[in-house]
């Protein structure tokens, strides 16, 4: 059975740091891009970054370029370092592993920002 597991949520003040993993279980993910998305109370999921298969490319939204950064450990691990975090990325953080019609998310990361 496929798993992902997020953790590394919590509570922190404007301008902290968190990171976020996912652990992946149930198969092997290294011909799987994984990402993170995050939803907001009262808005849609919406897009924060991905990597590559091999870790060597990265996209990210716009909103959180220069601040957040994806990384990638091995086939199965996905990381999220948050850093000048924002009230606005106060949000419940999901990793996805995506690979053509497959599409698998983690239960979510609560994340939230004091201003």
């Known amino acids: 059975q496929v798993q992902l597991v997020e953790a590394g949520g919590g509570l922190v003040q404007a301008g902290g740091s968190l990171r976020l993993s996912c652990t992946a279980s149930g198969r092997t993910f290294s011909n799987y891009v994984m990402g993170w998305f995050r939803q907001a109370p009262g808005k849609e999921r919406e897009f924060v970054a991905l990597i590559s298969l091999s870790g060597t490319s990265t996209i990210y939204a716009d909103s959180v370029k220069g601040r957040f950064t994806i990384s990638r450990e091995g086939a199965n691990m996905v990381f999220l370092q948050m850093n000048n975090l924002e009230p606005e990325d106060t949000a419940v953080y999901y990793c996805?592993?995506?690979?053509?019609?497959?599409?698998?998310w983690g239960q979510g990361a609560q994340v939230a920002v004091s201003s």
């Open positions: 996805n592993a995506r690979l053509m019609s497959r599409n698998y």
